[in-house]
């Protein structure tokens, strides 16, 4: 039994890539890990729920206990459980009535289930812890750049500085990391630099097509995640925010709205699948000689 378990651990330390021959083991290990895992994660969302809310107001992530937006009555131990006291309390505040955004229940559930996600997906070990941060990290960038339109720089720095845990526990080579810093922020910086000055001339406003907070996200995404996740993250992104971005102007009018969120779910799954992605397309090339010379270059 014991050794069993053994055995069972060993094989969720690989991921679902690797998971076919450990069946049954497997699957008594992981229905332990899944609920501890998604317990886990709505707490830590439960902690993004403040972030996503004090940090564009620059107040303290630590000070001041949680308390009602509208009546100001603090928020009692019981009414602090992730996702479920939400539902407990249908979405009112226990004092006086007024409407809790469901928005909080949704990131904590978003972030356990995410959480699930990378464990299934990257296994038991440190990478996979790498990626839970990752993810945590996107969660906030996405929900602050929702809410303000803006990014904040540290949190992208944060999510560069991952890459150097993230060097020493994958297989993601240096050079891999250098192209991916590059390979999607210079044509972003050159769109952001020329539609800014387009849109300059014609009307005089200063907007610029792509923002420069999405310009380095897709810089600091790069170093951590390498450049053959980042292609298939910038596309995905794109075809998201295009979809979204036509139905908000059809129900709302506007024609601006923040691209931020499409591209974090753009490299959230492109950490997860990018690099099965563009592996497959690579091979789906007709293998003409310069073909094949350029894509063993990029490959070692
Ligand atoms: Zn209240």
């Given at each position: 039994?014991?050794?069993?378990?053994?055995?069972?651990?060993?094989a969720a330390q690989t991921g679902w890539r690797e998971w076919?021959?450990?069946?049954?083991?497997?699957?008594?290990?992981?229905?332990?890990?899944?609920?501890?895992?998604?317990?886990?994660?709505?707490?830590?969302?439960?902690?993004?729920?403040?972030?996503?809310?004090?940090?564009?107001?620059?107040?303290?992530?630590?000070?001041?206990?949680?308390?009602?937006?509208?009546?100001?009555?603090?928020?009692?131990?019981?009414?602090?459980?992730?996702?479920?006291?939400?539902?407990?309390?249908?979405?009112?505040?226990?004092?006086?009535?007024?409407?809790?955004?469901?928005?909080?229940?949704?990131?904590?559930?978003?972030?356990?289930?995410?959480?699930?996600?990378?464990l299934l997906i990257f296994g038991v070990n440190?990478n996979c812890?790498?990626?839970?941060?990752?993810?945590?990290?996107?969660?906030?960038?996405?929900?602050?750049?929702?809410?303000?339109?803006?990014?904040?720089?540290?949190?992208?720095?944060?999510?560069?500085?991952?890459?150097?845990?993230?060097?020493?526990?994958?297989?993601?080579?240096?050079?891999?990391?250098?192209?991916?810093?590059?390979?999607?922020?210079?044509?972003?910086?050159?769109?952001?630099?020329?539609?800014?000055?387009?849109?300059?001339?014609?009307?005089?406003?200063?907007?610029?097509?792509?923002?420069?907070?999405?310009?380095?996200?897709?810089?600091?995404?790069?170093?951590?995640?390498?450049?053959?996740?980042?292609?298939?993250?910038?596309?995905?992104?794109?075809?998201?925010?295009?979809?979204?971005?036509?139905?908000?102007?059809?129900?709302?009018?506007?024609?601006?709205?923040?691209?931020?969120?499409?591209?974090?779910?753009?490299?959230?799954?492109?950490?997860?699948?990018?690099?099965?992605?563009?592996?497959?397309?690579?091979?789906?090339?007709?293998?003409?000689?310069?073909?094949?010379?350029?894509?063993?270059?990029?490959?070692?």
């Open positions: 039994m014991y050794q069993k378990n053994m055995l069972a651990a060993l076919q021959s450990f069946e049954d083991d497997l699957l008594q290990f992981l229905l332990m890990a899944i609920p501890v895992v998604f317990i886990y994660g709505i707490c830590i969302g439960s902690f993004l729920n403040v972030v996503i809310i004090r940090v564009p107001r620059g107040e303290s992530l630590i000070k001041r206990s949680s308390h009602c937006m509208t009546c100001g009555a603090k928020i009692r131990i019981i009414d602090l459980i992730p996702v479920f006291s939400w539902l407990f309390l249908k979405g009112k505040c226990h004092s006086c009535g007024e409407k809790i955004s469901v928005r909080y229940p949704i990131v904590e559930a978003l972030n356990g289930i995410l959480y699930v996600a990378d440190v812890l790498l990626m839970m941060i990752f993810t945590s990290l996107l969660i906030c960038i996405a929900f602050i750049d929702w809410d303000t339109m803006d990014m904040y720089i540290p949190m992208l720095l944060m999510v560069a500085a991952l890459a150097i845990p993230s060097y020493f526990v994958t297989y993601l080579p240096l050079k891999e990391r250098i192209i991916g810093i590059f390979i999607i922020s210079v044509p972003f910086l050159l769109i952001g630099e020329i539609s800014g000055a387009y849109i300059k001339k014609k009307t005089g406003e200063k907007v610029r097509g792509i923002e420069l907070g999405d310009t380095i996200l897709m810089a600091c995404a790069g170093v951590l995640l390498g450049w053959k996740a980042m292609i298939p993250s910038a596309f995905i992104g794109i075809i998201l925010a295009a979809i979204f971005g036509l139905i908000i102007k059809k129900v709302t009018g506007k024609s601006k709205f923040a691209f931020g969120p499409y591209l974090c779910m753009g490299l959230l799954l492109g950490a997860m699948f990018g690099e099965e992605i563009t592996d497959w397309y690579i091979k789906m090339l007709p293998q003409q000689e310069h073909v094949q010379y350029y894509s063993a270059f990029l490959m070692h």
